[in-house]
């Protein structure tokens, strides 16, 4: 059984969706281990309900710091790295120690709408202002640049062109809710096949 951490900014809708997975189905894979959010998050309530250990660091340390005070937790301790609405970007030294073993969720078909400022509903303003007819989310690896790692997974929907970005927004978070358990899943059985 891989054990995870679940790095999160915010309310933890995506970490709810793993802790339900994992406690659902006999045959998960992975176990959460931590929850470590970089600000005040709601997540770290749902991390406590469930009994997981749940941290809050400062990311007004910077980067560096940030990366340093999450490997002294989880080192030794953790297999995977789960990045759900985590919105801080890792240091480089951090990335390469982690290669391969960090995956994030984001909300939008990469690679398009990726990069610098492409999260929460500004992803969703800009599918919209596209005129896009489909969008989702993407769970990748994550890499030195921002959303630019190798894609695991993805799933789609298509859009009603009558939509509000907020709209959107929750009819791609319904889509996430089901890929990254079923993506966590998917990693831990291709690493008990090794």
């Not at 599918?127 to 894609?151: F, M, P, Q, R, W």
Request: aromatic share 6%; charged share 20%.
């Amino acid at each position: 059984m891989l054990r995870v951490a679940v790095l999160i900014s915010g309310g933890g809708s995506n970490l709810q969706s793993l802790i339900d997975y994992s406690r659902s189905n006999s045959d998960a894979g992975y176990e959460i281990t931590s929850v470590i959010a970089d600000r005040p998050a709601g997540g770290l309530e749902k991390a406590e309900k469930a009994g997981i250990p749940a941290h809050l660091l400062d990311r007004k340390k910077g980067m560096e710091s940030l990366a340093d005070d999450i490997h002294r937790l989880i080192y030794g301790q953790v297999d995977y790295i789960v990045l759900a609405g985590f919105l801080s970007i890792l240091d480089s030294l951090f990335i390469e120690k982690w290669n391969k073993r960090i995956i994030n969720i984001h909300p939008a078909l990469l690679p398009d709408f990726g990069g610098r400022g492409m999260y929460g509903m500004n992803v969703h303003r800009a599918v919209l202002a596209s005129g896009a007819k489909e969008s989702g989310c993407t769970v990748h690896y994550v890499d030195n640049g921002i959303d630019t790692g190798e894609i695991i997974n993805q799933m789609s929907l298509e859009i009603d062109q009558n939509w509000s970005a907020e709209q959107l927004q929750k009819e791609v978070l319904k889509l996430e809710h089901i890929l990254l358990p079923q993506t966590l899943q998917l990693l831990c059985d291709r690493g008990s096949e090794t």
